[in-house]
Nanobody, 117 residues
């Protein structure tokens, strides 16, 4: 059973930075795609960024130039460096992983990011 464990959320002031991490376990293989989604209260879950093993990156327009996604395939870990954080970035951030061969998608439990002065 694939499990995703996030870490790194917290409270930060506007303009500050946070780094999220997510480790996948339960499979001998690294996910084909790993990334992050977020959900703010009263809103639908939305894409933040994804990164495939082939290097294809996809960012939401709202985070481009502020957030950077990276991954360590050998460690089955994905990171999200978030800079210049804004109040509207406040949300629960969910780690995501996809396996093409199994045609499965997996989600972490979520980590809270709160941007407030």
């Amino acid at each position: 059973q694939v499990r995703l464990e996030e870490s790194g959320g917290g409270l930060v002031q506007p303009g500050g930075s946070l780094r999220l991490s997510c480790v996948a376990s339960g499979s001998a293989f690294s996910p084909n795609v790993m990334g992050w989604y977020r959900q703010a209260p009263g809103k639908e879950r939305e894409l933040v960024a994804t990164l495939g093993t082939g290097g294809i990156v996809n960012y939401a327009d709202s985070v481009k130039a502020r957030f950077t996604i990276s991954r360590d395939t050998a460690k089955k870990t994905v990171y999200l460096q978030m800079n210049s954080l804004k109040a509207e970035d406040t949300a629960t951030y969910y780690c995501y992983a996809q396996y093409y061969l199994r045609n499965t998608n997996h989600w972490g439990q979520g980590t809270q990011v709160t941007v407030s002065s």
